[in-house]
């Protein structure tokens, strides 16, 4: 019976072998890549809105405090979107008859709720609390990037777990003081931070990485 | 107990007798050593076994499907950011934080009376019933029906149109009905026109009625409740020449005699009295008072007692004779004296004016008299005893059900008002309202749901749930509590109170009705008045004044005595789940096991091991019960303790037209209750040779071990041995809390608010009958009852069993993808993303606390409303282990809170859904590492001792042993 293989056969099943070792290797470094990079987590993409809104025009420009429309920041789980009779407080004197502002006008007179896109949206299983991170110096900027600096609402970080967990493990470098909170492109993150909060936050690390603390 | 074998007494007590001190059992079947009961020892979920045949092939095709199909299950294309919009409301709403709940004080009605409630809001809708500290009836806590009201608000079988002869009507129909109707009755002045509904305490509804009776001067009312205090009434216009409602004050009494009834479940303060009993306990500078039950079906007072007599119901009178005779009241009877009486009539003679003795609403009236007058001669009446004003008052003019069963069947009644109650349901068997209620020209009924009473009845109103319209109540005690709506109208409704304004002519607004008459009480001052009453739930010092007492102690003789039939007595009794059948349709009560039988979906006759043993029944046969001449077959359930030659039967199941939960579920009772005797008849009880399956969870999650639940003399260490055991694995740090629990075995009566508070808190799933039975109920709290002792009349224990939250966590080890794990305060974390279903962890569980979700049971028809989930907490899928979690949601947001205001976390701030619903603060939850706090100082009690503490796992949930004073003498 003659031989079922040449003897190139066995180069080429070697070459075979080695590729698809290559190929398993690069596909886990591609889904490693992939799932990291900004665009599978939206990172820059804005989201279809009832209303142009700009924060680059009210916060930037105007100077607007980011607490005058999200007042509930410092108190509450929710920072809180401002309602049609907030938004109406200016709109009724500027841009009067701007047809943008239709939705604004609408429920303004006819009690109904506006609906936004959330482009910062966490999972369900997630529970995070506004008034906590802000309270103890985390920065809007921190996770909202310059708002001030944006037209359309985007997503500037990927808000996944491990990116969570990047400042719970160790938060002092992240921290600012409490008059910086609001700030917009605040830079020594950490380092003017009294020392006991520096303190409390290294012993804190296990703590603030314990499931429980956004998992219920 | 092997199926079908009868039950032999004699081998259980031989086998107690071979066993070595006092050993606790769960099931009769354990002390028979059945096989049934070493597989749910062995296995904790003991079917999987039998569920699991599956050869290798089909394995590994569904193993490769499960793969390809959760693959594909990944490819979520949904976008959150459309599917959770963020709002912006219209308009700012000062004093609500849109993601905060919202807590709002109103009251809950339970057979008429009120019980105070803060119900919590999310964005306006009710996820949550807690007791409200401020209300006499409430301190605080709830029972297992306010808490279910949640459930039942959301009920999807609630009525939401008006129906006419069954058809759907629209409202303006129904007006344009109703009008010519009224406009004819007010020139008749109410002619032919009668009113049936239950008893309330609710002043509006009694100013209403007044008025309405000015309106229609011959229009006949009647008042029925199928769970009704006739012969407490009749007593005590006999006794007092009046009727009295009597108010018991237990931090006063040392000797506590409860004749029948449970004083902890049954009675409109049960609450209150549960809770000043435990008060009274708790009393470090005066002896432990001394509770003594006389029963015929045990109860959960009589499983609290210190000595329980179990007397067969047509016994009662003879018993309380001799008893009042004992004290100098009266004569006794000839017949020979039970033996405990003696002893009972020398300690009620020591404790004197310190004593109260109550007898149950299914007494007779002659046994109310000599109970009043052997309180009078003790001199309780004003110590411990106060007598008021009936807090459901009944006009002298006022009809009972018989008498309008009588006006009907004489052609008397051309209008017909059922307003609100299901009395066709619930009406005694000899009354066939149903065919009474066709004969009448119009009859109308007001309900919650399209029941039995609804589809007699030509009209049909949806009436608004308690939770959604405005009312007032009074509590057991006189104290008016205000009824606000806590949501919108989830399904258009009128309430009563609108109902009855709309006939008396004062409109249909609600909140107008209530306001008026406060109003009127009030005068001047009434709008502050009023804001403050809303807010804390309760009118300030409208607690019904003492009436002082003119009495003729020696009718007794006059009231009419039992006839005692040949037969087995029958006695009647609310079921500890659905009540009188009004909560049939709730998923929760429905699957919530029954303090003492621990029945889950169903009821059974309730009757004595002797009496088993006579007729040859073991639990799960069917009989033939049959009363004056009528006949229901009905399972039955061997009960330790129950009265020989009794049966009991609870109300509320077999019902046709309760919804889609709770249609023909168990045995309807009312189709044997005499009217001339609702509570105790005369029955015969053949066995017809079937077997009806009872669903039961006494013998799930058992434990192995010694132990379980230590009793202690008062003064004594529970501890005997427990010496430190070294462990393989290292010590957990905790820098800051660490979260423990303390559950006092000696204040835990075993009334099951914990288990639906819990469930409520957690969006804990409702599994349904068929998963039941597999051991498969999802309760992260389970309620263990233990017996001691022989089966006609044993020691009763309960014990709450949450997750143990162990130091050394058997469960942790095990997990092959780290989804339970220990946090930084202690709390054994359970990562459901991360839980892929092994079950390895619950089977290396001691304690038997996990749960699995073997199906996905929130997709099925006893799920609640997504509306009625607590929002704070995840819903847990199928294939995912769960179990308690300390409440972490509650520790979360207490923490912000704290963190927020910049100040530590104060003791107390956080309290989990169960110890915030428990009546007798059984349960502290707190930090372990603040010697301050309340759970510190009782983890330092001698009492303390953690369950199966020899495994080392070193458990944060700690129990306090019961304490009894008998144990003194051995």
Redesign the interface.
């Known amino acids: 019976m003659a031989q079922l293989f040449t003897p190139a056969a066995t180069t080429l099943f070697r070459v075979a072998i080695v590729l698809m070792g290559l190929g398993a290797v690069s596909a886990g470094v591609l889904a490693y890549g992939w799932a990291r990079s900004g665009s599978t987590w939206n990172v820059g993409k804005p989201?279809a809105q009832p209303i142009p809104f700009r924060h680059d025009l009210h916060s930037g420009s105007l100077g607007i405090d980011c607490r005058y429309c999200h007042s509930?920041v410092?108190?509450?789980?929710?920072a809180?979107?401002?309602?049609?009779?907030?938004?109406m407080s200016c709109h009724s004197q500027v841009w009067v008859g701007a047809s943008v502002l239709d939705p604004v006008r609408s429920?303004?007179i006819?009690?109904?709720?506006?609906?936004?896109?959330?482009?910062h949206?966490l999972?369900?299983?997630a529970?995070f609390?506004h008034?906590?991170h802000v309270?103890?110096g985390v920065g809007c900027e921190t996770c909202h990037g310059r708002v001030d600096q944006t037209p359309k609402t985007v997503k500037t970080q990927t808000m996944s777990m491990g990116w969570c967990l990047d400042c719970h493990r160790n938060p002092v470098p992240h921290l600012r003081p409490r008059e910086a909170v609001f700030a917009m492109g605040y830079e020594p993150h950490g380092r003017d931070l009294p020392e006991d909060v520096r303190t409390f936050y290294q012993?804190?690390s296990?703590?603030l990485?314990?499931?429980?603390?956004c998992?219920? | 107990m092997r199926k079908g074998a009868p039950f032999d007494l004699d081998a259980v007590r031989t086998h107690l007798a071979t066993e070595e001190g006092a050993r606790l059992w769960r099931s009769l079947e354990e002390l028979s050593d059945a096989p049934e009961v070493r597989r749910y020892i062995e296995a904790e979920f003991p079917d999987i076994v039998q569920a699991a045949s599956i050869d290798r092939r089909t394995l590994l095709r569904l193993m490769s499907a499960s793969l390809a199909l959760g693959g594909l299950a990944a490819c979520n294309g949904s976008e959150a950011g459309k599917n959770a919009p963020l709002l912006s409301q219209s308009r700012n709403m000062p004093g609500y934080t849109p993601g905060v709940p919202l807590t709002v004080a109103t009251s809950m009605p339970l057979n008429g009376y009120g019980r105070g409630v803060l119900v919590r809001t999310q964005e306006g809708r009710p996820i949550k019933v807690e007791g409200n500290p401020l209300h006499p009836a409430s301190l605080g806590a709830t029972d297992v029906f306010a808490q279910a009201e949640i459930l039942s608000l959301y009920d999807p079988d609630r009525s939401d149109t008006p129906l006419q002869n069954g058809a759907p009507r629209s409202w303006e129909e129904l007006t344009n009905f109703i009008r010519p109707v009224r406009n004819e009755l007010v020139v008749g002045e109410g002619r032919g026109l009668h009113i049936l509904m239950p008893p309330t305490s609710s002043p509006t509804l009694h100013r209403l009625m007044a008025q309405a009776r000015q309106l229609f001067p011959f229009a006949q009312w009647h008042l029925f409740s199928p769970v009704d205090d006739d012969n407490r009434r009749i007593a005590a216009t006999a006794v007092f020449g009046r009727d009295l409602d009597f108010v018991y004050d237990l931090t006063q009494a040392d000797i506590i005699v409860t004749l029948g009834g449970d004083l902890f479940a049954e009675e409109p303060g049960h609450l209150r009295y549960a809770a000043d009993y435990q008060t009274r306990r708790r009393m470090q500078d005066r002896p432990l008072p001394g509770l003594y039950a006389v029963e015929a079906r045990l109860s959960l007072v009589g499983a609290r007692a210190d000595q329980r007599i179990p007397l067969r119901p047509r016994d009662f009178e003879d018993f309380v004779q001799v008893l009042a005779a004992a004290l100098g009241v009266g004569s006794a009877p000839s017949s020979a004296p039970h033996p405990s009486v003696s002893k009972l009539a020398d300690e009620l003679r020591r404790a004197g004016a310190r004593s109260i003795v109550v007898a149950g609403r299914e007494q007779p009236a002659r046994v109310h008299a000599l109970v009043h007058a052997i309180n009078a001669r003790l001199g309780a009446f004003g110590t411990t005893i106060r007598a008021i004003d009936p807090v459901r008052p009944v006009s002298a003019d006022t009809g009972t059900l018989v008498d309008l069963a009588e006006a009907i069947e004489s052609g008397g009644v051309s209008r017909l008002v059922v307003l609100g109650g299901n009395p066709v349901y619930t009406a005694p068997a000899d009354i066939d309202l149903a065919s009474l209620v066709r004969r009448v020209p119009l009859s109308l009924h007001l309900g919650q749901h399209r029941d039995e009473t609804a589809v007699v009845c030509q009209w049909h109103i949806p009436e608004l749930h308690p939770l959604e319209s405005w009312g007032d109540l009074r509590a057991f005690d006189g104290t008016v509590g205000l009824r606000q709506p806590v949501a919108m109208p989830l399904k258009p409704g009128l309430s009563q109170e609108e109902f009855l304004g709309l006939l008396a002519g004062q409109g249909p607004d609600g909140r107008a009705l209530v306001q008026a008459t406060w109003h009127e009480a009030w005068g001047e001052g009434f709008e502050e008045r009023w804001a403050r009453s809303l807010e804390g739930g309760v009118i300030e010092g409208s607690a019904s004044p003492l009436v002082a007492l003119t009495d003729r102690f020696d009718v007794a003789a006059e009231l009419e005595a039992r006839t005692n039939s040949a037969g087995i007595d029958v006695v009647f009794a609310p079921d500890p789940s659905v009540w009188d059948g009004s909560y049939a349709n709730n998923g929760w009560l429905q699957e919530l096991p029954k303090p003492l039988t621990k029945l889950v979906w169903g009821n059974a006759a309730l009757i004595a091991p002797e009496t088993a043993a006579i007729f040859g029944l073991s639990s799960g046969d069917a009989i033939d019960l049959t009363v004056e001449g009528r006949a229901i077959r009905a399972p039955v359930w061997i009960l330790p303790g129950h009265a020989p030659g009794a049966v009991t039967l609870t109300l509320g199941y077999g019902r046709q037209r309760a919804g889609r939960i709770g249609n023909g579920i168990g045995f309807d009772a009312y189709a044997v209750r005499p009217s001339r005797q609702p509570w105790i008849a005369s029955g015969e009880i053949r066995k017809p040779g079937e077997r009806i399956p009872l669903i039961s969870t006494q013998q799930h999650h058992s434990l192995q071990g010694r132990d379980i639940v230590r009793v202690v003399a008062p003064g004594q260490s529970a501890v005997g041995e427990s010496p430190e055991h070294s462990s393989l694995y290292p010590e957990w740090p905790y820098e800051g809390h660490a979260w423990g629990m303390a559950i006092d075995l000696d204040a835990c009566i075993g009334c099951n608010a914990c288990v639906i508070a819990c469930q409520a808190e957690n969006n804990i799933a409702v599994v349904g009958p068929e998963e039941v039975a597999k051991g498969r109920e999802m309760h992260w709290l389970r309620v263990d009852r233990y017996h001691a002792g022989d089966p006609a009349n044993p020691g009763t224990y309960f014990q709450p069993v949450p997750c143990m939250h162990c130091e050394k966590a058997p469960c942790e080890v095990v997990c092959p993808v780290n989804a339970t794990v220990h946090s930084s305060e202690g709390l054994n974390d359970m990562v459901y993303n991360r839980c892929i279903g092994t079950r390895t962890c619950s089977n290396n569980c001691p304690y038997k606390v996990r749960r699995f979700n073997f199906l996905d049971y929130q997709g099925t028809d006893y799920t609640a409303s997504p509306d009625a989930m607590n929002p704070q907490v995840t819903v847990r899928d199928r294939g995912v282990m769960e179990k308690c979690t300390y409440c972490v949601q509650r520790i979360g947001a207490a923490r912000a809170d704290a963190r927020v205001e910049d100040r530590p976390l104060r003791d107390g701030e956080v309290t989990t859904a169960c110890q915030q619903s428990c009546p007798t603060q059984a349960i502290v939850f707190g930090d372990v590492n603040d010697p301050g706090s309340a759970v510190s100082r009782l983890k330092q009690s001698p009492r303390n001792y953690a369950l199966l503490g020899n495994l080392n796992t070193k458990p944060r949930t700690t129990y306090l042993a019961r304490v009894e004073p008998s144990r003194e003498n051995g």
């Open positions: 989201a509930t410092e108190r509450a789980a929710d809180g979107m401002p309602s049609a009779q907030t938004c429920s303004f006819l009690g109904q709720p506006i609906q936004w896109a959330s482009v949206r999972p369900d299983h529970y609390h008034a906590v309270t103890k012993e804190a296990r703590r990485t314990s499931c429980n603390t998992h219920r």
